[in-house]
């Protein structure tokens, strides 16, 4: 297989002031480039903790961190804000868009931070493309109060593509949408995974949500429940 996340042992503990809360326990684990893989347990399971620490939002306490080949678990804060920005998408239940600005905007926002240096004209073709790609040509001058959850998860998604990462991390996407609103948006992960060949992992509590992956890895109490090897 291709491997683009390896996993080893990965411990992660919160410290609040004398007390040491151990959150994740042993994690180890590998995604093959190209899959859709739901990351799913109940709610403390430790899912959003993990999540991070893949994203690179945040560090282990211990264990072994590969990302296409590279050792992260070495990575200092700014070393890992780049690698973000380079290769990794989010998305968030909240949809974190500015409020104050456009769509278009928003999805431009992550070019600001980028190695690329596009010209204004190339930035602004490409996040008109990302838009048009979530379908939301028409939408470009609309700010986030002037569109339903749904688009507003579409811009997210749309920013969360403008650096054309190799991975994106849906941290409970749906949990603000209704159930139709839901399905279109895991369709369209589906659908980045299928034509785009991104690699997606989908972090949810709810089945039904983690049944739009072609792998799901079960969580509980900070322990993944099987092997998490890839197929
Ligand atoms: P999930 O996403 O599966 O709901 P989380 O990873 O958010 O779980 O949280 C797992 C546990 O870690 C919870 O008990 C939570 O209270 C705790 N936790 C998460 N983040 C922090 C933090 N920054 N500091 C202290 N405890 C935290
Ligand atoms: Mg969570």
């Given at each position: 297989?291709?491997?683009?996340?390896?996993?080893?042992?990965?411990?992660?503990?919160?410290?609040?002031?004398?007390?040491?809360?151990?959150?994740?326990?042993?994690?180890?684990?590998?995604?093959?480039?190209g899959e859709l893989v739901a990351?799913?347990?109940?709610?403390?399971?430790?899912?959003?903790?993990?999540?991070?620490?893949?994203?690179?939002?945040?560090?282990?306490?211990?264990?072994?961190?590969?990302?296409?080949?590279?050792?992260?678990?070495?990575?200092?804060?700014?070393?890992?804000?780049?690698?973000?920005?380079?290769?990794?998408?989010?998305v968030?239940?909240?949809?974190?868009?500015?409020?104050?600005?456009?769509?278009?905007?928003?999805?431009?926002?992550?070019?600001?931070?980028?190695?690329?240096?596009?010209?204004?004209?190339?930035?602004?073709?490409?996040?008109?493309?990302?838009?048009?790609k979530v379908?939301?040509?028409?939408?470009?001058?609309?700010?986030?109060?002037?569109?339903?959850?749904?688009?507003?998860?579409?811009?997210?998604i749309?920013?969360?593509?403008?650096?054309?990462?190799?991975?994106l991390?849906a941290?409970?996407p749906t949990?603000?949408?209704?159930?139709?609103?839901s399905e279109e948006i895991l369709e369209m992960f589906e659908q980045l995974n299928r034509d785009d060949g991104i690699t997606i992992i989908l972090?949810t509590?709810?089945?039904g949500v983690a049944r739009h992956a072609r792998r799901?890895?079960?969580?509980?109490?900070?322990?993944?429940?099987?092997?998490?090897?890839?197929?």
């Open positions: 297989m291709n491997e683009l996340i390896r996993l080893e042992n990965i411990h992660k503990t919160y410290h609040l002031g004398e007390i040491d809360l151990p959150v994740l326990k042993g994690v180890s684990l590998a995604i093959a480039r990351l799913m347990g109940a709610s403390g399971s430790g899912k959003s903790t993990l999540m991070n620490i893949l994203g690179c939002l945040d560090h282990p306490t211990s264990g072994g961190y590969w990302l296409d080949n590279l050792d992260i678990s070495q990575y200092g804060a700014k070393e890992r804000a780049r690698l973000r920005n380079r290769f990794l998408g989010f968030f239940q909240s949809f974190n868009l500015l409020p104050r600005m456009t769509a278009l905007e928003n999805v431009l926002m992550p070019l600001d931070y980028s190695r690329e240096h596009l010209t204004e004209a190339q930035s602004h073709d490409r996040a008109r493309s990302m838009l048009a379908g939301l040509a028409g939408r470009h001058d609309h700010q986030p109060s002037q569109l339903s959850g749904g688009e507003q998860q579409r811009v997210a749309a920013r969360s593509l403008i650096n054309q990462p190799q991975v991390f941290d409970e949990g603000n949408l209704d159930s139709r609103t972090v509590h709810d089945p799901t890895i079960h969580m509980k109490d900070g322990l993944l429940q099987e092997p998490g090897g890839a197929p």
